[in-house]
T-cell receptor, first 123, second 114 residues
């Protein structure tokens, strides 16, 4: 139980294009999802907190018009990198906090479950 | 604000050696503490956690004890294996509830050779 998927797992795009990354909780409902960015050999930097049905809360220094986050349902949050540039190349990781298990799957309610990450390369 | 400090890596060990990765934290209140592991090219996996002082988290031979008096949560393993090679992150959560972001340390790379 408590599986989080991300799609795509890797993407290569041209500079100036937009890229959408999906984060799904497969067997639980997640009121809150988090988006992190990780540079090579560095820690995870929290970009934003995404709550279902409301606007995301962005961390200081993160451009909300550049990184659009939508949390349209209790199992899906998307991150769109708009007009991507080479400096946006990074490993993007999402995580989700469970608010309810699905199909009888027990979940821990004070734990974050991480997706496998998406490697974005902008040429 | 809350923060996590962990020892600089990389840590290089031979198989069956003893491992310690130090982690200290600064937080108001009573945070929950976590160790996550990241294998190359993958996302993070929870290794162990502790939610209150003197709790010991353990998993796969790894242990860490929540020490409030020293604000520490050091990760230990008695005998490392090559398969333990990964990046280890110490993290804290200020509130024990869903919807609270984690604060991560910078990560420590462990490399184990046979």
């Amino acid at each position: 139980g408590a599986v989080v998927s991300q799609h795509p797992s890797w993407v290569i795009c041209k500079s100036g294009t937009s890229v959408k990354i999906e984060c799904r909780s497969l067997d639980f409902q997640a009121t809150t999802m988090f988006w992190y960015r990780q540079f090579p050999k560095q820690s995870l930097m929290l970009m934003a907190t995404s709550n279902e049905g409301s606007k995301a809360t962005y961390e200081q220094g993160v451009e909300k018009d550049k990184f659009l986050i939508n949390h349209a349902s209790l199992t899906l949050s998307t991150l769109t990198v708009t007009s991507a540039h080479p400096e946006d190349s990074s490993f993007y990781i999402c995580s989700a906090s469970a608010s309810r298990g699905l199909a009888g799957v027990p979940v821990s309610y004070n734990e974050q479950f991480f997706g496998p990450g998406t490697r974005l390369t902008v040429l | 604000g809350d923060s996590v400090t962990q020892m600089e890596g990389p840590v290089t060990l031979s198989e069956e050696a003893f491992l310690t990765i130090n982690c200290t934290y600064t937080a108001t209140g009573y945070p929950s503490l976590f160790w996550y592991v990241q294998y190359p090219g993958e996302g993070l996996q929870l290794l162990l956690k502790a939610t209150k002082a003197d709790d010991k988290g353990s998993n796969k031979g790894f242990e860490a004890t929540y020490r409030k008096e020293t604000t520490s949560f050091h990760l230990e393993k008695g005998s490392v294996q090559v398969s333990d090679s990964a990046v280890y992150f110490c993290a804290l959560s200020g509130l024990e509830q869903a919807g609270t972001a984690l604060i991560f340390g910078k990560g420590t790379t462990l490399s184990v050779s046979s």
